[in-house]
Structures are given as structure tokens and as C-alpha cells.
């Protein structure tokens, strides 16, 4: 019992650890997850998890890609296909077949494997999924056009694939390949029809019982989660594998609704989505047999560049001819098709019942599939974010400012970040501020921020804008509009002004801290205070501060009232001074401060 909860335990460890590793340095966490797995289990021996978990390996993976694909239909908003519903629907049946039908031949070509099995891989490879697409996405942030379509194809063809695949098994364990393979396509319908109506069904469960308030609060998201797992496993006993397609079905019709907020659902579904995908890429990774020879043999190595220089761009070009997008939009969907646990999931027991049927070229398909797992991921997360950057495909670094509330002062700072290459956007309901602002060459937005309307279309304009500044003379509004904009925004880069009350006052009738921003720039620096110094002179200054004038030259200068508020390093990153981070900026970084005049 002790060395499952402690084998338990570090798998868990572990992957949270990966993903905090690859945050810090700034690396595709899937590709981390995949390292740090690898080493723990066939490498170092620490983490067993067949030994671990038995028999209930592929029945917890099941649920959690379950609950991953959910997830990821919570991302699918209808209206996205409204410009690019041509090119996922062809992606998704034309570029199926022909990522089908290439991989087949190939498998055939280059692994010698007998037609049957190797149609059964090629179905198989099909899938992508979320597990790795969305990590992707979040670290490349590509343009919205080719990251929904990637997106959508990513999370949408993981059933598809895996459907398929069940299809072509079942054909195979039957015995007659040509007969079985007459019933893919009824058997594809039977579940598309299965999946999407239990699917729907789950969807609507959930917004009956939020929308007559049948639920408290704090079993939204428990009930969502149990209503996942129903929808799962009953559309999985009706037709195999059509359990994927209900959840993500489920996922996306909630997601596209209007009539209750799922936003509670979808914080905790991303918080469990990240749990999850470092849980089972430590998994995958820790059950790798440390040597075969389909690891690095000539035909399997072959076989991996196929599938990246041949299959997928002959995919997309078929998908895409005569769409809207681009050549460069083309060419990067052409180099995203990574494969993850899903694959690696289906593979495991096909052939697993395969080998035991009397196939035994069907062990193959294990090492194979692991093989084309690792080299995907390497290869498109690695090279995929310089393609994207060099395509100009990517969304430039968040290092942009929201500034909510565009009074005088907010706007003066604003003009010298953007004079500095500083991506910045107003947003005030002030048609006066907006208007000053527009004069000054600033990107606005003119409305009330703490509309539902409001928070879609700013996000729409948020290209290169990665940090809230909360700067109304109202701490009311500043700390509701925090609030309302964390779906956004990580929290530790939100920010508001300190409010004007005093701290025995803000304790007895404040708002609470858990509900603000990080304090910007002094206790002191309220908005009012700021405004009564502009009134008598301060403006808001530039310095670019040198080893002849440095920081200190520069307080003995203008004094201990001098007010730091930004500093720009010369990589053009940001630093934001709040009350508990005290100034220090180096020579060679400009400053942007309060200053009084100087006799």
C-alpha cells in the first residue's frame, strides 16, 4: 500500500513539476512532460505504472481524455466556423482520408506491415487531440484564423480517428477485412448519431439544472464533471469509442449557448485539464520499453519523416485548395500534427487484443506508435513556434498593456510605451478620454468593460496585450473589472491603483484581496493623488538611464518623490512597480516615473 500511494504520489509530483519547469523556461511543457517521464521510468526505474495501477491504466486514461476532450469542446464556439467551417469540415473528412489512406501505404512501404494492421494504424493516425494541440497552441499563440482551425481539428478528429479505428479492429478480429471494412461507413454514422445525441442530451442537462437553479453554486462544476463520465461511458456502451465524440459534443454546445454562464465550469475544467495532461504524459513516457528495435530502425525512422514531409502537407493541401487562407496559414497548419495520448491509448489495446487473436505483427503498433509520439511532439515543438514566427502567424509576445480608464496621466504613460514598440489599449466609457486618446495614436475601446460584450470584443483586440491595469478613479469598478477580466489574464499579471481609502478602512469595508489586482506602483500612489500632482506641475517622464546616470543619480536628482512606474528593458520586456516590488532598474533600461519639475 505504501509503494503504490508513493508511486502514486510521484507521478502526480512530477508532472506538476515538468509543467512549472517548462514555464520557467519558456519550452512546450508536453515536450518537458515527455523528458521527465522517460527518465523516471525505463531510465531510473522510480515510476512503474503498470505495476502501479494494473489493469485500471487504460480505464483512468479513458476518463481523463475523456473529461481533456471536454475541455477542449469548451473551447468550440459555433460561431468560429462562420469563416473557417469550410476548411475544419474538409480537414476533418477530406484530410482524414488522406492522412488515412497515405499512412496506410506508407506503413505498408517502409514497416512491412501486412495491409490489414497497417490500415488499422493509419486509422489511428488520424488522431491528434488536445493533449498536445492545445499546449501547443497556448505556447506558439498563433493567429485566430489558423489557431481555430488547428484547434477544431485537433480536438474534433481525436473521435473521429478513434472511431475509425474500432471500426477497422473489429474488422480485423472478424477475419474478413474486405466484408468488415463495408461497415465503416454505417458504423461512422451510428456514431456521429450516438455521440452527438447523448452528447447534446449531457448539455442540456447541465443548463436545465443551472438555468431553474437546481444546483448551488459549488456543484456546478462536481455535476458537469459526473454528467462527462455518464455521457462517456453510456455512449461507449452503445457504440465503441463514440464516447469521445459525446463529450466533446457536450463540451461545445455548452460552450456556444447563451442562456446560463458556463465560466465556473470552464475555470475548473482548465485547472483539472492541467493536472490531467501531466499526469498522462508521465505515464505514456514511464511505460516506454527503454529499447526495440522499431525504435531506430531505418524503415520506422522513414515512416516518421513521411508522416511529417509527405502525409500531413499532402492533407492540408487538399483540405485548403481553393479556401481563403494564405500560403503562410497553410503552411503552418501543414506543420501541426503532433500525436499524443489518445493514439498511444487505442494503439495499446488493439494490439494488445490483436496479438492475442493470432496477429503477432500487431506488437508492433506499440513501439511504432511511440516512436511517431516523441517525434511529432520534438519535431513540432521545437520547430513549429520558429516556423510560426518566421510565417508571421504568431501573435506577437504579450508584453502589451489593457489600460482600464484612459484619464490624463494613464494616457501620457500610455504614449511613451507605445513610443517604445509597447503594445497598449484603452478601454474607458468616457467618450472624452477615448477620443484624447484616439487623437494620440492609441488603440481604444469605448463602452462599459464590465459588459459580457465588452470582455469578447476586447479580447478580439488583444493581439500583444498580455497585462491589465486597472487605473479608474473608482476602486469599485477597478476591482470589479479584475475580476470580470481573469479568464483573460493570469492574476499575476493584473493589476490595479491602491484604493483611497486608508488600510483600517479597506479591512472593515474593503473590498477583499483576493478579489484585486496586484497594487500598482506605492500605497500611496492613489488616482487621486496622482492627478493633484499633475495639477501642480509632475508630468510623466522618460529616462533612459545610463552608468553615468543610473537609478540612484537619478533619485538624487528628482528627489524621494519621484515616482517610478514602469521600466523597459532593452529586450523590450516590461517591469511593472507595484507596493511590493521595489524599483531597481538598471543602466541601458529607460524609466517612465512621476516626477515633480525641477528649479
Known amino acids: ?154 480536438i474534433v478528429n481525436d473521435p473521429v480517428g478513434a472511431i475509425l479505428g474500432v471500426l477497422v479492429f473489429e474488422a480485423l478480429i472478424a477475419g474478413g477485412l474486405e466484408a468488415g471494412l463495408s461497415m465503416v461507413v454505417p458504423g461512422m454514422m451510428n456514431a456521429a448519431v450516438v455521440g452527438t445525441l447523448i452528447g447534446l442530451a449531457a448539455a442540456s442537462v447541465v443548463v436545465l439544472l443551472m438555468y431553474r437553479h437546481w444546483l448551488p453554486d459549488y456543484l456546478e462544476s462536481p455535476v458537469a464533471l459526473a454528467l462527462v463520465f455518464m455521457a462517456f ?129 500487431a506488437g508492433r503498433l506499440v513501439p511504432l506508435i511511440f516512436v511517431v509520439i516523441v517525434g511529432t511532439v520534438g519535431v513540432y515543438g521545437i520547430f513549429t513556434p520558429l516556423l510560426a514566427r518566421l510565417l508571421r502567424v504568431a501573435s506577437p509576445a504579450a508584453r502589451g498593456m489593457l489600460f482600464i480608464g484612459g484619464c490624463p496621466w494613464a494616457r501620457q504613460a500610455a504614449e511613451i510605451l507605445s513610443d517604445l514598440g509597447i503594445e497598449v489599449l484603452i478601454a474607458d466609457s468616457n467618450r472624452g478620454n477615448v477620443r484624447a486618446a484616439r487623437s494620440a495614436g492609441l488603440r481604444t475601446y469605448h463602452g462599459n468593460v464590465l459588459t459580457e460584450g465588452a470582455l469578447d470584443e476586447i479580447e478580439r483586440q488583444m493581439d500583444g496585450i498580455g497585462r491589465f491595469l486597472a487605473v479608474t478613479p473608482n476602486d469599485e469598478v477597478n476591482a470589479l473589472a479584475t475580476v470580470h477580466f481573469r479568464e483573460l489574464f493570469d492574476s499575476s499579471l493584473m493589476y490595479q491603483l491602491p484604493p483611497e481609502e486608508t488600510e483600517r478602512e479597506r479591512r472593515q469595508r474593503g473590498i477583499p484581496q483576493h478579489l484585486r489586482g496586484r497594487t500598482l506602483f506605492g500605497e500611496t500612489a492613489t488616482h487621486a493623488s496622482i492627478t493633484q500632482r499633475l495639477q501642480e506641475g509632475a508630468v510623466i517622464k522618460r529616462t533612459k538611464l545610463t552608468d553615468e546616470f543610473d537609478f540612484a543619480a537619478f533619485q538624487a536628482y528628482y528627489g524621494n518623490d519621484a515616482l517610478p512606474l514602469f521600466s523597459v528593458k532593452e529586450s523590450g520586456d516590461i517591469v511593472i512597480y507595484t507596493t511590493t516590488s521595489a524599483p531597481s532598474p538598471k543602466p541601458g533600461q529607460t524609466l517612465i516615473s512621476l516626477v515633480d519639475p525641477v528649479d
Open 233 to 361: 461511458a453510456g455512449a461507449n456502451h452503445l457504440q465503441q469509442e463514440s464516447g469521445l465524440l459525446a463529450v466533446t459534443v457536450m463540451g461545445s454546445a455548452l460552450a456556444s449557448q447563451k442562456l446560463v454562464s458556463v465560466h465556473g465550469i470552464v475555470e475548473f475544467k482548465e485547472n483539472l485539464r492541467v493536472l490531467l495532461i501531466a499526469v498522462l504524459f508521465i505515464i505514456l513516457a514511464a511505460r516506454l520499453p527503454l529499447t526495440d528495435p522499431d525504435y531506430f530502425g531505418m524503415g520506422s525512422i522513414g515512416f516518421f519523416l513521411a508522416l511529417v514531409l509527405v502525409v500531413r502537407p499532402a492533407a492540408v493541401l487538399a483540405s485548403t485548395w481553393g479556401s481563403s487562407l494564405n500560403w503562410r496559414e497553410r503552411t503552418f497548419i501543414a506543420a501541426m500534427a503532433p500525436r499524443g495520448i489518445v493514439a498511444a491509448a487505442v494503439v495499446s489495446i488493439f494490439a494488445l487484443e490483436l496479438v492475442e487473436a493470432g496477429q503477432a505483427e
Open 1 to 154: 500500500m505504501e509503494h503504490l500511494l508513493v508511486g502514486l504520489a510521484s507521478i502526480v509530483v512530477l508532472g506538476i513539476a515538468a509543467q512549472w519547469i517548462s514555464w520557467r523556461l519558456r519550452m512546450p511543457a508536453i515536450l518537458v512532460l515527455l523528458v521527465v517521464g522517460f527518465v523516471a521510468g525505463p531510465v531510473a526505474g522510480f515510476v512503474h505504472p503498470d505495476a502501479l495501477l494494473g489493469d485500471l491504466v487504460f480505464p483512468l486514461v479513458s476518463l481523463s481524455v475523456a473529461v481533456i476532450l471536454f475541455e477542449g469542446g469548451l473551447s468550440l464556439d459555433i460561431a468560429e466556423l462562420r469563416d473557417l467551417g469550410r476548411v475544419i469540415g474538409r480537414l476533418l473528412t477530406v484530410g482524414a482520408l488522406v492522412t488515412w489512406a497515405l499512412s496506410t501505404v506508407f506503413a505498408i512501404l517502409l514497416l512491412g506491415l501486412p495491409p490489414g494492421i497497417a490500415l488499422l494504424f493509419g486509422a489511428v493516425l488520424i488522431v491528434t487531440g488536445p493533449t498536445v494541440i492545445i499546449p501547443l497552441l497556448r505556447h506558439i499563440r498563433p493567429t485566430a484564423r489558423v489557431g481555430s482551425a488547428v484547434k477544431w481539428e485537433g
